[in-house]
């Protein structure tokens, strides 16, 4: 799906990256990368960091993110900015979906 002008949700790869979690790369170039998440509640995206800028989006559902040590409750519609290396993770609390934008493309998910 590299350089792809459209990516259509259905054609997208599910896949199960932790218990509960669903991921799916849609769009993306070598700058810039669309990736859906999918949460069960009480699912869990474990503390990590990588050398990409990533903002996320909450789309539904309510979640606890810990971004550089601090832990916040976020709901559909708020946005969390995690500079490159920053460690973050979250917990699903009422299930949902993210929305994760990368620059550049994260290589290791195609």
Same mark, same amino acid.
């Given at each position: 799906m590299l350089n792809d002008r459209w990516v259509f949700r259905e054609d997208a790869k599910a896949e199960c990256v932790a218990k509960g979690?669903?991921?799916r790369v849609l769009a993306y170039s070598k700058d810039l990368m669309c990736v859906e998440n999918t949460f069960a509640e009480g699912a869990v +995206?474990? =503390?990590h960091h990588h050398p990409h800028t990533q903002i996320t989006y909450v789309v539904s559902g309510v979640f606890e993110f810990e971004i550089n040590g601090e832990k916040r409750i976020v709901k559909a519609g708020d946005t969390m900015l995690k500079l490159n290396g920053v460690e973050h993770g979250c917990v699903c609390l009422?299930? +949902?979906? =993210?929305?994760?934008?990368?620059n550049p493309m994260r290589e290791d998910f195609v």
């Open positions: 979690v669903i991921r +995206g474990s =503390l009422k299930e +949902g979906v =993210l929305l994760d934008i990368f």
